[in-house]
């Protein structure tokens, strides 16, 4: 299901307002982000970036998998299901 919403982000992009000064890296060194800019990140391109992930283009839900058991968040099972996701289990049901 998570591999689903990689491919196929529900949200495209988030729009963001820099509450603090940050650098952030581009591609030729950083740029300073003033407090109040506003900021919108495409998703899309994200989930697509193959520097994050290998074969961006293949579906590979197994990418997602636990490695170690230990390490899997404490609060997994008390975590609510946000609209997005619930609708991505509802895709996923008709694939």
Known sequence: MYELMRVFPIVQTLARVAVGEQG???DNGSAIVPTG???VV???TVHYDPAIWPSPD???P???LVKEPHLSDPTEPLRLLATSEQLAYEV???L
Request: charged fraction near 35%.
């Open 92 to 94: 996923e049901a008709l």
């Open 62 to 64: 197994r990418r997602w």
């Open 58 to 60: 293949v579906i590979e």
């Open 37 to 39: 800019t506003r900021l």
């Open 24 to 26: 952030v890296p581009i």
């Open 42 to 44: 495409d998703n899309t």
